[in-house]
């Protein structure tokens, strides 16, 4: 799977909103663009994915470049309990089902 | 609710103890499922896949007579850290994969510190 490349850390005030970026220039056509979070002290929880067009669900949104070569996870809304470090993961369709988990960004929310 | 049960959540345990983490996947079969370990402030990196039916897979550097895995059941795994030193002390967490493949469902952890 190929490789991103995010900060190792953002700071956000709470109810703010939130621009997480990964860069993931050696993307595949079949690359999907999976996004996962880890609370402190428990494991990764799924937050979204996508392909091409830009994703919604009741966690986040993801908007993905039109060159597929960067995305954005967007908090809309920044609470305390979104301090986590996130993960941006290119996952094959195809391919089988682990993850390869990157660095990720640390996320600390300001109250 | 949780999708993935993981038992225990923290072990404390002596040098040379051999240490039992279930993974039990709630609801849905898994043919496969997968055992991951982190490390302070480092990221998750796979130890093996378990598969129903079959031995485990082991990630390049993992020595599987030490993590032994038993994929006992289409809803239960298992990893036994055998002989557990100090070195071994790590978060370890299995993940389940969706019947469709994506996403994976994450245990909260079993926190091992060996003394």
């Known amino acids: 799977d190929a490789k991103t490349t995010q900060p190792n850390s953002m700071e956000s005030n709470e109810e703010e909103p939130v621009h997480l970026p990964c860069n993931h220039s050696t993307i595949s056509g079949t690359d999907y663009i999976h996004w996962y979070r880890q609370l402190p002290s428990q494991g990764p929880e799924y937050v979204i994915h996508?392909?091409?067009s830009n994703v919604n669900n009741r966690m986040a949104s993801l908007a993905i470049a039109e060159d597929r070569k960067s995305s954005t996870l967007i908090l809309h809304r920044a609470t305390l309990r979104d301090a986590a470090v996130y993960y941006c993961i290119l996952k094959d369709w195809a391919g089988s089902y682990q993850l390869t988990f990157g660095k990720g960004t640390k996320l600390s929310v300001i109250p | 609710g949780a999708v993935v049960s993981q038992h225990p959540s923290w072990v404390i345990c002596k040098s040379g103890t051999s240490v039992k983490i279930e993974c039990r996947s709630l609801d849905f079969q898994a043919t496969t499922m997968f055992w991951y370990r982190q490390f302070p402030k480092q990221s998750l990196m796979l130890m093996a896949t378990?598969?129903?039916?079959?031995?485990?897979?082991?990630e390049q550097g993992v020595e599987k007579d030490k993590f032994l895995i038993n994929h006992a059941s289409l809803t239960l795994s298992t990893l036994t850290v055998t002989s557990a030193h100090p070195e071994d002390s790590s978060f370890y967490i299995c993940?389940?994969?969706?019947?469709?493949?994506?996403?994976?469902?994450f245990g909260d952890g079993t926190r091992l510190s060996i003394l």
């Open positions: 378990s598969n129903e039916g079959s031995k485990a897979t082991y």
């Open positions: 993940s389940v994969p969706d019947p469709g493949g994506q996403p994976q469902h």
């Open positions: 996508g392909l091409t």
